[in-house]
């Protein structure tokens, strides 16, 4: 099984899909339909997808419950062009073990986010 895309829904779609916009360094999202207010960017080899949902108001109450995780070469760099940006910050960078840097932003509707290194997970068996 592949996972290939992470959608989020939110009141106001498109100025959270403009706030995934500058995260992921796309000024344009790589696939839109405006007439429905859904936006979404290639991320790796998935996706993420911004939309309206009729069950989802206001800021997340639960924003640690799923966090997405987006694979950087440099925490620390990646961190302070985030927070030059005016990202919320939850956590900054810190060892999760072994050198291992995380860091954690909040986005407008306030869905946790975080920077880590690559992760090529061991093989099952």
Not at 30 to 42: I, L, P, R, T, V
């Given at each position: 099984?592949?996972?290939?895309?992470?959608?989020?829904?939110?009141?106001?779609?498109?100025?959270?899909?403009?706030?995934?916009?500058?995260?992921?360094?796309?000024?344009?999202?790589?696939?839109?339909?405006?007439?429905?207010?859904?936006?979404?960017?290639?991320?790796?080899?998935?996706?993420?997808?911004?939309?309206?949902?009729?069950?989802?108001?206001?800021?997340?109450?639960?924003?640690?419950?799923?966090?997405?995780?987006?694979?950087?070469?440099?925490?620390?760099?990646?961190?302070?062009?985030?927070?030059?940006?005016?990202?919320?910050?939850?956590?900054?960078?810190y060892?999760?073990?072994?050198?291992m840097?995380?860091?954690?932003?909040?986005?407008?509707?306030?869905?946790?986010?975080?920077?880590?290194?690559?992760?090529?997970?061991?093989?099952?068996?």
């Amino acid at each position: 099984m592949n996972l290939n895309n992470v959608m989020l829904g939110s009141e106001d779609p498109r100025a959270l899909g403009a706030f995934y916009g500058k995260i992921l360094g796309a000024p344009d999202p790589d696939w839109s339909d405006e007439a429905n207010g859904w936006f979404a960017f290639k991320a790796g080899d998935g996706s993420l997808a911004v939309g309206p949902h009729s069950e989802v108001k206001g800021r997340s109450p639960e924003p640690a419950r799923i966090m997405m995780n987006f694979a950087v070469g440099d925490v620390k760099a990646e961190f302070e062009r985030i927070r030059a940006l005016g990202v919320e910050v939850v956590a900054e960078p810190y060892d999760a073990g072994g050198g291992m840097y995380m860091c954690t932003f909040a986005d407008p509707d306030g869905n946790y986010f975080q920077l880590a290194p690559p992760w090529d997970p061991p093989e099952a068996g």
